[in-house]
């Protein structure tokens, strides 16, 4: 099995590092565009309007309880029949029903991070006759922002590996390769054993350059 592993690992280095690099891309996209939407649905739900509050939080309530496979087969399958005019390329089918879904989940983060600052602050910037939008953009984001940075950084963790799923639909990632590479060898076991390896280095190393992040964040307060 082993002499099997490195052959592979040799054979189709392309093939890996042509996976990572669309797993890494697919998981950067996802919670670049993931944190904006986060951010838009805390803010809303943390309004005074409730009808755009109940929204957000229906949004977040059913991104957040629902299988996010469910979710892959929703954005690829069943909306573009409801809406042929959003009929989608399969990466970006999968990378929309990503974004969303990270995107729930960092909502919860900002408007806990939003939470999280002095209201003092806030009724400060209020009496230097800043208007609420100004306060929230210019006064509580910025603080909310360095404050939700190391979750930003794992969920990028989180999101880097709940991308095998994407395999489903062969959209390259590394998962997608190990069926390419399953096909053309016959061999199940090994490609598996060196994905294994290659989201364990990424992800060991992502955790522990967080954990730099988070004790730098804490010696600066």
Same mark, same amino acid.
């Given at each position: 099995m082993l002499q099997n592993t490195l052959m592979l690992a040799?054979?189709?280095?392309?093939? *890996?590092?042509?996976?990572?690099?669309? /797993? #890494?891309y697919l998981a950067f996209i996802s919670v @670049? +565009? !993931?944190?904006?939407? !986060?951010? *838009?649905?805390?803010?809303?739900?943390?309004?005074?309007?409730?009808?755009? !509050?109940?929204?957000? @939080?229906?949004?977040? &309530?059913?991104v957040r309880d629902t299988p996010l496979l469910l979710q892959l087969y929703f954005f690829y399958f069943l909306l573009p029949d409801m809406l042929p005019a959003l009929r989608l390329t399969d990466f970006t089918s999968i990378a929309v029903a990503l974004v969303f879904n990270s995107g729930a989940y960092m909502a919860e983060v900002f408007r806990s991070g939003i939470q999280s600052?002095?209201?003092?602050?806030?009724?400060? @910037?209020?009496?230097? !006759? +800043?208007? $609420?939008?100004? /306060?929230?953009m210019r006064i509580i984001l910025p603080?909310?922002?360095?404050?939700?940075?190391?979750?930003?950084?794992? &969920? *990028?963790? /989180?999101?880097?590996?709940e991308t095998s799923l994407a395999s489903t639909f062969f959209i390259g990632d590394l998962m997608t390769q190990h069926s390419i590479i399953k096909g053309k060898t016959y061999l199940v076991i090994e490609p598996l054993i060196i994905i294994g390896i290659i989201y364990f280095v990424i992800t *060991? /190393?992502? $955790?522990? +350059?967080?954990?730099?992040?988070?004790?730098? #964040?804490?010696?600066? &307060?």
């Open positions: 040799q054979k189709y280095s392309m093939n *890996f590092i042509n996976g990572l690099g669309v /797993t #890494l @670049a +565009l !993931g944190c904006v939407i !986060g951010a *838009f649905v805390a803010i809303i739900r943390l309004s005074k309007n409730k009808v755009l !509050g109940t929204i957000a @939080a229906v949004y977040t &309530e059913i600052i002095d209201r003092g602050q806030t009724e400060a @910037a209020r009496s230097l !006759g +800043l208007s $609420s939008s100004q /306060t929230m603080q909310a922002l360095r404050n939700v940075l190391p979750a930003m950084c794992n &969920e *990028f963790v /989180t999101v880097t590996k *060991f /190393t992502m $955790s522990k +350059l967080i954990a730099i992040l988070e004790r730098k #964040l804490s010696t600066d &307060e």
